[in-house]
């Protein structure tokens, strides 16, 4: 087993424990809101960012206790845009390097087999030049792996949750969590990107968003590997084909690349956006 295969390993073992860690034994968040020191306990917002970054810090004792227990060091990003949230060091070995980064995505009310999807980080200036320290925490090159800690969840839909409603301290068990039913999994970024970006026009790479081809680590690149992510990814919209009436236009789909690269285009494996 390789370092990278222990590491992923291992740290699926330790994340297989957090939907215990942060639920109430109905499947509730057991954080309800934030508490002044007059004891009034506020909801917290629904808003995504505001909860990914609640449970990230709900979650950061049981992520040292797992680098402690298993010889690694532990650097947080050093600025807010900065790739990975965490990066995990070797104690024994400096230059073994694992990223890992905090992804959390609601499910679908509807469609609850998909989620929303999440952003995958940056294809520009770090993961074109893989010696490049611009808005990442050590060259892109220099990690063995790059790990997602997935975190998937319901929202309350449909629920009365008032947030401009402050609470007794003692009303903390009456409190309807923000969210609920969490689904944690762990897997390479490569494994469950799609080939399609995943916000508005910044240089972000999008994943899939059926739950279960997640889980199972089944994206896009899954059959074909690494380097196709990566040389995909390097070239998403740069590399300009005509068709046969002469019309030009850049390739933006995985099927092209691979066809446009003489590969085995039958190894992509497709957006579901169904059950199995």
């Not at 997602?148 to 947030?163: F, N, S």
């Not at 995909?232 to 236009?249: L, S």
Request: glycine residues 8%; hydrophobic residues 35%; charged residues 30%.
């Amino acid at each position: 087993m390789t370092e990278k295969e222990e590491f992923a390993r291992k740290l699926q073992q330790s994340v297989k424990k957090l939907r215990d860690y942060v639920s109430s034994g109905d499947g509730q968040w057991t954080v309800k809101g934030f508490i002044d020191i007059f004891k009034n306990v506020y909801t917290i917002s629904s808003d995504t960012k505001i909860i990914s970054k609640i449970l990230e810090i709900h979650i950061f004792p049981e992520i040292l206790e797992f680098a402690q227990a298993n010889g690694y060091k532990v650097v947080f990003a050093e600025h807010q845009n900065y790739y990975p949230d965490i990066s995990f060091i070797k104690a024994g070995d400096e230059s073994v390097k694992f990223a890992v980064d905090f992804k959390t995505t609601y499910r679908n009310p509807k469609k609850p087999y998909l989620c929303n999807g999440f952003t995958l980080g940056s294809h520009g200036e770090y993961f074109e030049n893989r010696t490049s320290t611009k808005n990442i925490q050590f060259p892109y090159g220099s990690y063995s792996g790059h790990f997602c800690l997935g975190i998937i969840y319901d929202r309350a839909e449909g629920q009365a949750i008032d947030e401009t409603k402050s609470h007794r301290i003692d009303e903390l068990h009456s409190i309807t969590s923000v969210v609920r039913n969490f689904q944690f999994f762990i897997a390479e970024k490569w494994m469950i990107a799609s080939d399609k970006g995943g916000s508005g026009n910044t240089a972000n790479i999008g994943s899939i968003n059926n739950i279960a081809d997640i889980i199972a680590g089944r994206g896009m690149f899954s059959r074909l590997g690494e380097r196709w992510f990566d040389e995909y990814w390097m070239n998403y919209k740069k590399i300009t084909i005509q068709d046969e009436r002469g019309r030009t236009r850049k390739i933006s789909t995985l099927r092209e690349f691979v066809e446009y690269k003489n590969g085995d285009v039958s190894l992509v494996v497709d957006k579901r956006n169904d059950e199995e």
